[in-house]
């Protein structure tokens, strides 16, 4: 991407143009996951989760920037803060994991994590999903594969897979509260 470029498509995403924000996504989604994974040597869900992360952080404050280099620049320290804090986060987390183990290893722990109605809305939910989604869900989550090697065999990019998983995990959790409240 030429320096004019940069220039417009930061300028753009600094006003609040979706169309920017979605060419800068598109466009910077794999290095920004290179380098969360140069960066952190953590698995995929972790790097994922970072770069999502920077997203939201870079998009919340882009300003113009004349270069793609200084773009470069920027992101790597985004990409480099985001991590830090998702470790940190990710230390707390472990804090609170260890609390819950104890409190489920009590024998008068009120609730279980779903009940039967729960279970049959959810496979319900995920049976009106299209195929190729469906598909995603099972690779992704019944057989743990990388979002990459999903990308490979839809020929799809990673970003895309990563993309229409969330959408669909946001929507169905949305629709989970609308039905059962927020437990």
Known sequence: ????????????MA??????VERFYRRYFDWLYAQARRLTG??????????????????????????ESQLLAWMRLVIRTTALDRFRAEQREGKRQQMLVELHS???????LFDDEQFEW???QLERFDPQLLQMIELRFEKSWTLA??????????GAIDGRLRRALRDLHRRAIE???DE
Request: with cysteine; charged share 35%; proline share 3%.
């Open 1 to 12: 991407m030429g320096d004019d470029e940069t220039e417009k498509l930061t300028t753009s």
């Open 15 to 20: 006003a609040g143009d979706e169309r920017a």
């Open 42 to 67: 953590r698995d995929e869900a972790f790097c994922l989760d970072v770069v999502q992360d920077a997203v939201l952080r870079i998009i919340r404050s882009i300003r113009a920037v004349p270069t």
């Open 106 to 112: 009590c024998d008068d722990f009120p609730y279980g």
């Open 122 to 124: 959810v496979k319900t």
């Open 149 to 158: 090697r999903i990308g490979e065999l839809l020929g799809l990019s990673t």
């Open 179 to 181: 039905e059962f409240g």
